[in-house]
Structure formats: C-alpha cells, structure tokens
C-alpha cells in the first residue's frame, strides 16, 4: 500500500459546526503532515507529527485541532471556522531514513473544505 | 533563509511539443535535497523526483528529464513530446535545513497542454 487516503474528499460546513478530516497510510512512515492550500498558492505547513507526537505547529489558530490517534491515522479537529478557512487540505507523510538522507513526501488527495 | 523561484506561472503548449520549466533555488546549505511535484486538477501532489546536492548528473526517466545546474542554483523540469495529461501545476521544493520536515516550495507552474 503506497497511498495516503484522505476523507471526506469534499466537506461543506458552517461556521458554528464541528467536522473532522481524516487521513491514513499503512506504509509505516512515522511522520504525517497537515497542509493548507489556497487556490493558485503552494502548499503550506500546518502541523508536523513525528513518531505520533506533536513536533511542529506552524502558529496556526486553535479552531484547528490535530491528533494523531496511532502511527497510521491523523486527525484535523475543525470548530468555528471562517470562510477564509477555505481551501484544499493536504494530508501527507514521510519515512525515516538515514540522517541527512529525505525520501521527500507522498501525499493524499486532499479534502476541498468551504465554510459558508 | 531558503527561497525557491519559479517565475512562469502559466505555460501553455500544444500538444507533442517540448516544455522546459525553470526552477531556481537558493540556500545556504552545502548539502540539500531538491524535488519535483505534480498537482493535477484532481489535487493531490505526486513525487515525480528527488535529486540530492551531490549528484549533478542530470536524469530522464521516460518523457521526463531534469537538468541540475549546481553552479546556476537551477533545477529545470523538461517534458519531450507533451501530452495533455501532463497538464497540472508543477511544483520545485526545497526542505529546509536542520530539518526535513519543513519544505520550501516555489510558487508552482500551471501547465496546459493543448489538444
């Protein structure tokens, strides 16, 4: 299994509601990534977990809430969100290699979010 | 600070022609990895490849090739003989150093190729 799957690949949601994205991947990388991308912008970091803990947050506002329940599964937890909230979000992940040594990213689908 | 630039935005082709897209980075690191991506419209990135700082030797894999100029801080994508579903955004990045797990992209070419 080589891929990252990610669910809903659509979501429509208010902004007073609480949706969650999903994602899995069973190729044992043991660093998953949350990414935001806005129409006709590259991809930017949101969180980085690393050997299911919380390594990077890239100052991102509390109504995004991560988890990362097992080496497989990542969680981003949506509340009260704003229609700039808007965009694809990327799930991806990465394998350990020797040090100094990147196998660089494999990513999922996304999930096309709009907050009405 | 890490910066990659890729300043077409759009390229349009017709089909079966060759199309260069340019990527040119900058860092201060010795030692760095460098990437291509795909974007087609369906949204997610595909790796297409990985090139490390100590190998300059350029590589092709089928229709693909990839010209690494150290000296120029230029990693050029070429595609021989278009086909439209090589249209998509292609995306040059760079990982930041002291730690792989944040990644500098440049701002990403849009392709279309035309029938």
């Known amino acids: 299994d080589t891929e990252v799957t990610q669910t809903p690949k659509h979501l429509v949601m208010g902004m007073t509601n609480k949706k969650s994205l999903k994602c899995e991947q069973h190729?044992?990388?043991?660093?998953m990534y949350w990414y935001k991308q806005k129409a006709k912008k590259p991809p930017e970091l949101m969180f980085v977990?690393?050997?299911?803990?919380?390594?990077i947050n890239e100052s991102v506002p509390s109504r995004f809430s991560p988890e990362c329940p097992n080496s497989s599964l990542l969680n981003l937890h949506l509340h009260a969100l704003q229609p700039e909230d808007s965009a694809l979000y990327l799930c991806a992940s990465s394998q350990d290699g020797l040090p100094g040594v990147n196998y660089g990213y494999t990513f999922g689908s996304g999930t096309r979010l709009t907050v009405v | 600070a890490q910066k990659v630039t890729q300043a077409q935005t759009e390229i349009s082709v017709v089909e079966k022609e060759d199309v260069t897209l340019d990527c040119v980075y900058e860092?201060?690191?010795?030692?760095?990895?460098l990437f291509w991506y795909k974007q087609p419209p369906s949204g997610e990135l595909v790796f297409l490849i990985r090139?490390?700082?100590?190998?300059?030797q350029n590589e092709i894999s089928g229709r693909y090739s990839w010209n690494f100029q150290k000296s120029t801080s230029s990693f050029n994508f070429t595609i021989t003989a278009s086909q439209v579903v090589d249209s998509a955004v292609y995306f040059c990045a760079l990982p930041n150093s002291g730690g792989y797990q944040k990644v500098t992209f440049g701002t990403g070419t849009k392709l279309q190729v035309i029938p």
């Open positions: 977990y690393s050997y299911e803990k919380l390594s």
């Open positions: 190729m044992g990388h043991r660093a």
């Open positions: 860092t201060r690191d010795t030692t760095y990895y």
């Open positions: 090139r490390n700082s100590f190998d300059e």
